[in-house]
């Protein structure tokens, strides 16, 4: 005769297998959200995938949830575009900062000079794109840096531009009151 098996306390139960989380939800989290915007800065907007590519990423969400997500934002761009959405009222802030260090954590970091390649992909991008499409500049010509870094970099490339264009404009009056002194030349006045 074989041996029973007797149990002293309670048989031993299986493990819970954990639950997934519901697939479906209105509410988007801080962090999902920011997922979505990130995956959107990441694939091409015209990918006939684009919303399924988003659902791999974020697993909580029906890629049903994610192309509503996206018609949201969609019509806010356009709403704050088109002036709808006031802006807010910034008089309670304190026109002067604290100068404190210690109300800082993180010193401000200097970025990283662009390259000559950088530049010259960004005056392709330019061409290409126009002013002020820094997304499609950054995404399909200088895709080391992100569009508030392109946006950046422009703004001060224009900042140059006007600089140089109007000091010529200055020199180009001066040799016209001066012609006498037509004869010097330009390298000691740059």
């Known amino acids: 005769m074989e041996p029973s098996l007797f149990y002293i306390s309670s048989p031993p139960r299986p493990q ?18 920011k997922l979505f915007e990130n995956c959107l800065a990441e694939f091409n907007l015209d990918s006939p995938d684009l919303f399924e590519k988003i659902g791999l990423r974020i697993p909580t969400k029906t890629v049903e949830d994610i192309k509503k997500q996206y018609e949201k934002l969609v019509e806010d761009v356009k709403m704050i575009e088109s002036g709808f959405v006031p802006l807010p009222n910034y008089q309670n802030i304190s026109p002067n900062p604290p100068t404190n260090n ?67 404009k200055y020199f180009h009056k001066l040799e016209n009151c001066t012609s006498a002194q037509s004869s010097t030349p330009r390298s000691i006045w740059k």
Do not use: M
């Open 16 to 33: 819970p297998q954990p639950q997934p989380q519901p697939k479906h939800s209105s509410d988007w989290s801080f962090e999902e959200n």
């Open 102 to 168: 210690s109300t800082r954590p993180n010193p401000k970091k200097r970025g990283i000079p662009w390259t000559k390649e950088e530049h010259q992909n960004f005056l392709a991008g330019l061409d290409k794109y126009g002013k002020g499409d820094w997304k499609s500049i950054s995404r399909h010509c200088v895709q080391t840096k992100n569009p508030t870094q392109v946006a950046s970099h422009a703004q001060k490339y224009f900042q140059k531009l006007e600089k140089c264009n109007s000091a010529q």
